[in-house]
């Protein structure tokens, strides 16, 4: 069970990038039916749903794409903003998913929001905590670690619906707005699948983490 548990914290993220990775590469090769730039798909999904302060802006990096909720902004990396591929298309439909779940005051955004202040902060410390506890045998310590660990994972399984949905907004939106034809729809669904698997992955792998620090500090007492 224990080597089950490693090899799981170890390949299953791994797996999940390189399925991402190759998807997405695929995705960004082909062009999309409609030939309309991501920045294009964002600004009509946007302004369909009275979103017109939403401002869309160009970013650094490789998916880096991104909705700010606090600025009411959504970020497309290069690729994403100018290309008229269908990587292109499905993933700044994606980030607009963002921008109307905040609009809804989707449940699941909003406690992610309320967490993430939090967790960018014990996500620097909590592993430091551990090793400190492990080397000073404190146990308190220890917990300590695991509980901000615990909260780290918390705010991962709220993210899962948030990308889910994010998801299925986009593709709704890609049909109902005519942006894209049946076979579009199609690649970008596996696209933005592959995206969400590497989030249920990072999860489950840090669940696996989580259970086997548990394990060491119970075997110690």
């Known amino acids: 069970m224990e ?12 797996i999940a990038q390189i ?36 401002l869309i802006l160009e970013t650094t ?18 690729a994403i903003y100018q290309g008229t591929s269908i990587a292109s298309n499905a993933v700044a439909a994606h980030e607009v998913g963002h921008a109307l779940q905040d609009k809804e005051g989707y449940t699941f955004l909003k406690i992610r929001s ?3 202040p939090i ?26 670690g695991i509980i901000t660990v615990g909260i780290g994972i918390l705010f991962q ?15 709704n939106e890609l049909n109902d707005l005519n942006l894209a034809d049946d076979k579009d729809i199609n ?3 596996k696209m933005l699948t592959a995206a969400a698997f590497t989030y249920v992955a990072s999860t489950i ?11 060491m500090v119970n075997d110690r007492n």
């Not at 730039?37 to 369909?48: E, P, S, V, Y």
């Open 19 to 54: 399925y991402i990775s190759s998807t997405y590469s695929s995705c960004l090769k082909k062009e999309a039916s409609k030939g309309q730039t991501g920045f294009d798909i964002a600004r009509q999904i946007l302004d369909k749903h009275g979103l017109q302060d939403v």
């Open 157 to 171: 399984i709220v993210t899962l619906p948030v990308e889910f949905n994010a998801s299925s907004r986009a593709l």
């Open 3 to 14: 080597t089950l548990g490693i090899l799981i914290i170890i390949f299953l993220p791994l």
């Open 61 to 78: 990096g490789k998916l880096t794409d991104h909705y700010d909720p606090s600025r009411k902004v959504v970020k497309l990396s290069k």
């Open 119 to 144: 967790v960018s902060l014990t996500s620097r410390f909590s592993y430091l905590i551990i090793i400190l506890g492990f080397f000073l045998e404190a146990v308190n310590l220890i917990w300590l």
């Open 187 to 189: 690649n970008s669904r």
């Open 205 to 215: 792998a840090e669940l696996f983490q989580l259970l086997r620090l548990i394990n």
């Open 114 to 116: 309320a967490l993430f």
